[in-house]
């Protein structure tokens, strides 16, 4: 049942495989200096979240704040698809940098919250299955992608499989009797 559900972030993932790959490349596309700037203000802004807004997260809902992070991950996708220049390309990363900087702890904890003591390692190991399995399809078939279509269109693929996680999640959710 993790599993099936772990599918939401794998998608997510796929987007953040597709980011450390070729946002560095894109920026060059885009004329955008420095070239590590997406990474860079992604990356601060996961610390920035992580540390002001996680331990918050414990005293809501754990589902609340996964919900709008699944949101936020899709539109910074959607966002970098459509950049053209440095402000939209911040933004974007800013935008990612919010969601997915939270979605793992939110839905780690929403998943550990609903499982036996003793089945937690193994649903651990689904959770990290499928993330990784996101993130390595995400930086190896960007490339074809890319190759193929250019950037954007690669982007805004990434950004599509990011928007399904919010709909895949909420259906697998309900099938598999975890919504409380």
């Known amino acids: 049942r ?3 559900l772990s599918v939401a972030m794998a998608l ?3 987007g953040y495989g597709s980011l450390t790959s070729f946002s560095a490349m894109f920026a060059d596309d885009l004329h955008v200096t420095p070239r590590s700037l997406f990474l860079t203000v992604m990356a601060s802004t996961i610390l920035v979240g992580r540390l002001s807004v996680g331990r918050f997260l414990d005293r809501i809902a754990h589902r609340e704040a996964l919900l709008p992070c699944l949101g936020a991950t899709a539109a910074g996708m959607g966002l ?3 950049a053209q220049g440095k402000v939209m390309f911040l933004a974007a990363a800013l935008v990612f940098g919010a969601g997915f ?3 793992y702890p939110a839905y780690t904890a929403y998943i550990m919250k609903r499982i036996p003591w003793w089945r937690r390692g193994a ?3 689904a959770m990290l ?6 993130v390595g399809s995400g930086s190896t078939v960007m490339g074809g992608l890319i190759h193929q279509f250019g950037f954007r269109p690669a982007f805004g693929i ?6 399904l996680s919010l709909p895949y999640f909420l259906l697998t959710e309900k099938r598999i009797g975890f919504k409380s």
């Open 2 to 4: 993790v599993l099936a």
């Open 12 to 14: 997510i993932a796929f």
């Open 80 to 82: 970098l698809a459509l």
């Open 101 to 103: 900087g939270l979605v």
């Open 123 to 125: 649903a651990f190991g």
């Open 129 to 134: 299955a499928a993330f990784d399995t996101g």
């Open 158 to 163: 990434a950004a599509v499989l990011a928007s």
